[in-house]
């Protein structure tokens, strides 16, 4: 819904700010300390993470509507990434994710039966777009994160999923033709620059 009324990156950068609620949320919950290498990760992608917001300044209301769906999107990932941090200790991969996956599938094909939107009449070339979607970013790239979640803190995990927004952007740019302003590509650098340094160790821990 945030696609609707703002711009790719930065409706990517908003929804994976959950560095923010995960970090927070990991020391209460589960005692989890970030650590200073990862809370400075966290400060320099959020620099990152601004810069981009900004590009958006001044753009009206639909932007902001936009900006405000994508951080409703942010806090329920955190929320999902935590649960899944404190179960996948205990559950095996696919009895994770096969429920979970199923559960959401039920959810949203009865909130698009109650709200009365059409599941037939669309072009096979959205047919196959649909099925892309639920094997490579679904499937593939969410079975990843939460295979990945009984080996690392949720913490840790969110903020290598900051790196989503420089690919967002950079393939809205040459298929949609979306322009990329500098705030955007300074912003973009400097998240990455937070994710090498979150996930390459330095060299005590390498060795």
């Not at 992608?45 to 300044?57: F, N, R």
């Not at 753009?59 to 936009?66: E, N, P, Q, Y």
Request: aromatic share 8%.
């Amino acid at each position: 819904s945030s696609l609707k009324h703002t711009s790719v990156v930065s409706s990517v950068v908003i929804v994976t700010a959950n560095p923010i609620f995960v970090g927070a949320a990991s020391l209460v919950l589960f005692r989890e300390w970030p650590g200073r290498r990862l809370l400075a990760a966290i400060a320099v992608a959020a620099v990152g993470g601004a810069l981009i917001a900004l590009s958006d300044a001044g753009k009206g209301i639909g932007s902001l509507r936009g900006d405000a769906l994508a951080l409703g999107g942010a806090v329920m990932a955190s929320c999902y990434f935590l649960v899944g941090r404190k179960l996948r200790r205990d559950i095996h991969f696919l009895s994770y994710i096969t429920p979970v996956y199923a559960v959401a599938a039920v959810i949203l094909l009865a909130t698009a039966l109650a709200t009365g939107h059409s599941l037939t009449g669309y072009a096979p070339a959205t047919w196959l777009y649909f099925v892309l979607l639920a094997v490579v970013p679904q499937l593939i790239g969410h079975g990843s994160l939460n295979w990945s979640l009984r080996y690392m803190s949720a913490t840790a995990l969110v903020l290598v999923v900051l790196g989503e927004p420089v690919g967002a952007g950079a393939l809205a740019y040459f298929l949609l033709d979306e322009p990329v302003t500098a705030l955007q590509v300074c912003g973009g650098g400097l998240i990455l620059a937070g994710v090498i340094l979150a996930v390459v160790p330095n060299g005590a821990r390498a060795a």
